[in-house]
């Protein structure tokens, strides 16, 4: 069973900020947070990660709670090509099993 | 392009018969994963190979099973075909050894399974 919860799908206009959420309340202290997202008929891609401390990278960046219990990946300007599904996922270091959910559908609005 | 091959693209067979799906990782990256995505179950999460060795199963059934070879290569061996196994078959490496949470995997661009 996937160890985070993202709604199902979420809609954003062209050109404004977007904010995923995802809830992983049973993370444990050594779990890596992990985005990744899919986009229509190809492989998944990477977005980002981070433990801890809020990330950012050229993609997205990353704002974790404090308590780690929940983090968003937040797209600055969202564009067309950014319609996907986002997966949120947690790495245990000591578990090579990776687990997806089912992801939040992102749908742009042009 | 993620530097991670997959062939073939696309493969149609009955139902009984047996394939062989190969992945080819990036350069330097020693560890594969397989995935198998379909319509009902999403992705979910088949075997995991570090520099020839198994390092983890996750829902993949007896008839399925792979290996990694000596130049990192890996293949997955699907028997005994079922209708319900038509999916996307993705597989993705790293680099980081395991025990590394942080590490980035890079995907293929899948091979497509129909079973007839």
């Known amino acids: 069973d996937a160890k985070t919860t993202q709604p199902n799908s979420m809609e954003s206009n062209e050109e404004e900020p977007v904010h995923l959420p995802c809830n992983h309340s049973?993370?444990?202290?050594?779990?890596?947070i992990h985005w990744y997202r899919q986009l229509p008929s190809q492989g998944p891609e990477y977005v980002i990660h981070g433990l801890t401390s809020n990330v950012n990278n050229r993609m997205a960046s990353l704002a974790i709670a404090e308590d780690r219990k929940s983090s968003t990946l937040i797209l600055h300007r969202a564009t067309l090509r950014d319609a996907a599904v986002y997966y949120c996922?947690?790495?245990?270091?000591?578990?090579?099993?990776?687990?997806f959910g089912k992801g939040t559908r992102l749908h742009i609005l042009p | 392009d993620s530097g991670v091959t997959q062939t073939p693209k696309h493969l149609i067979t009955a139902t009984g018969q047996r394939v062989t799906l190969r992945c080819s990782p990036r350069s330097g990256d020693l560890s594969v994963y397989w995935y198998q995505q379909s319509l009902d179950q999403g992705l979910q999460f088949l075997i995991h190979?570090?520099?020839?060795?198994?390092?983890a199963k996750g829902n993949i059934l007896e008839r399925f099973s792979a290996q990694q070879f000596p130049d990192l290569h890996s293949e997955l061996n699907l028997s005994s075909l079922e209708l319900g196994d038509s999916a996307l078959y993705f597989c993705a490496s790293s680099r980081a050894p395991p025990g590394h949470g942080s590490d980035e995997q890079f995907f293929g661009p899948g091979t497509r399974l129909t079973v007839l």
């Open positions: 190979y570090y520099n020839g060795e198994e390092r």
């Open positions: 996922i947690l790495r245990d270091p000591d578990d090579d099993k990776i687990i």
């Open positions: 049973t993370i444990s202290g050594t779990d890596y």
